[in-house]
């Protein structure tokens, strides 16, 4: 099994870790973890994987607790789409974490 690990950048206080878990050039495994710069420390705000062995999310503006989601997807087309909408909505969930 190979890894992939890279980081995408959205601002100078936002990112994006991603790694991906790739067997027979599939991803069996990956994890997104959107994180931000508040008041100099870095805080995960929002991730989605299968590392638990299904698929959820974690909002930890609310909770570090997992909530289960599904998809009918191939996993390479649901950690596109995944990402496609953190990057759309990164600024809302920093702005929930801010409130927090």
């Known amino acids: ?16 870790d991603t790694t991906l878990y790739i067997e027979e050039r599939r991803i069996v495994k990956f994890a997104l973890n959107y994180c931000t710069n508040i ?20 909002r930890f ?3 570090p607790e997992p909530i289960r989601i599904g998809t009918y997807l191939p996993l ?8 496609a909408k953190i990057i759309a909505n990164f600024t809302k969930y920093r702005t929930y974490m801010e409130r927090r």
């Open 1 to 16: 099994m190979r890894v992939k690990k890279y980081t995408i950048i959205l601002t100078a206080e936002d990112c994006i």
């Open 39 to 58: 008041k100099s420390r870095w805080k995960e705000v929002y991730r989605v994987d299968n590392f638990h062995g299904y698929l959820h999310e974690q």
């Open 61 to 63: 503006w609310i909770s």
């Open 76 to 83: 390479k087309e649901f950690v596109k789409e995944q990402t």
